[in-house]
């Protein structure tokens, strides 16, 4: 791949317009259009050769090709009915389960995260880069090179912060970047800090309660941060002047290390942690930068468009039956 881009050279552009659903399209289509294809090139074989291969083998694409508009159809009113139906919660008095919320995206604390190609800081980012062949006459491609983040990121909605694991969401940003340089095409989808969203998916809040081994380990860390200036340590805790430990000066330090790591939990208690991911059970699961009112027209629109391509397909199939 060649030298990263900075930003500011490769122009931005936004997918909330009428024709928003069109950036969907590859996700969307990419199915449909595969299996059009290959039912295309099997019934000019089945015109040509009808008598190269079985007839049910020949027809395979085609229902292929119905099967995956279907599927389409049924997942899209699935998304819309999920949006449609289920009201708005805030992440303070969230329940358990499956909900709807919406805030402000924010990177994961300590896991700071940047876009490959432009280096913008960023919560997600999703990018491609495509070499192109200049000599040849449509532009064909040599290479191919995409990635997207899988990385955790933080939403919050004014009364609370969620952690939002993207793994396995319908995701829709609204940030694009294309551009050209030299014999590569690149193209960048981001959400950046503090760009709006709602998230559709499976919310669970971990419980604040501090275990043993969490005692355990903060005490074992205050004793190793206690051996750092061993002079003190023995001043403080040897009782005969020796200038060793016995078994019962050392129980001495773990249990005076003990009370200073409860009296700290005490003060400090843990707060929980919220997270929203993908439902076990395979509701729908969305991550979207577009606003709930214009994903929810996509979502009809995209609903219509495999319907009416389904409803072709078995014309196309019929009406290839009765010609034989």
């Known amino acids: 791949m060649p030298a990263k881009r900075n930003a500011s050279d ?17 996700a969307e289509l990419g199915g449909p259009i595969a299996a059009a294809v290959a039912a295309g090139i099997a019934l000019i074989l089945l015109f040509t050769l009808p008598k190269a291969m079985p ?3 020949m027809l395979s ?18 998304r819309l ?3 449609e139906d289920y009201p708005l919660s805030r992440i303070v008095s969230a329940p358990q389960g499956y909900v709807l919320l919406e805030g402000r995206a924010a990177g994961f604390p300590g896991q700071p995260l940047e876009s490959p190609l432009t280096q913008l800081p960023c919560c997600w980012y999703s990018y491609s880069v495509v070499e192109v062949d200049d000599n040849s006459r449509n532009g064909s491609a040599l290479s191919r090179e995409h990635d997207t983040s899988e990385w955790s990121f933080m939403l919050n909605d004014g009364t609370g912060d969620c952690v939002v694991d993207p793994v396995g969401a319908r995701l829709v940003p609204v940030r694009m970047r294309k551009w050209r340089q030299e014999n590569f095409r690149y193209t960048e989808q981001l959400i950046l800090p503090g760009d709006p969203l709602f998230v559709l998916g499976k919310f669970a809040a971990a419980g604040a309660t501090v275990t043993e081994h969490d005692i355990e380990f903060q005490v074992g860390q205050r004793i190793a941060d206690w051996k750092k200036d061993m002079p003190a340590l023995i001043k403080r805790f040897d009782l005969n002047g020796d200038g060793q430990f016995s078994s019962t000066e050392w129980d001495r330090v773990r249990a005076q290390a003990r009370r200073d790591v409860e009296d700290e939990f005490a003060r400090n208690p843990p707060q ?10 395979g509701r729908p699961f969305i991550i979207s930068a577009r606003n709930r009112r214009q994903m929810v027209t996509d979502m009809k629109i995209w609903a219509w468009i495999h319907l009416v391509l389904f409803l072709l397909g078995i014309t196309a199939v019929v009406a290839s039956a009765f010609r034989l």
């Not at 490769?10 to 590859?26: D, G, R």
Request: net charge negative; hydrophobic share 45%; glycine share 2%.
């Open 10 to 26: 490769s122009p931005e552009h936004s997918t909330n317009s009428w024709f928003s659903f069109l950036s969907m399209t590859e």
């Open 61 to 78: 694409p085609a229902l292929a090709f119905l099967a995956v508009t279907l599927w389409g159809w049924v997942t899209s009113n699935r």
């Open 272 to 281: 929980p942690q919220n997270n929203v991911s993908r439902p076990v059970d």
């Open 55 to 57: 007839l049910w083998l």
């Open 81 to 83: 009915n999920a949006l």
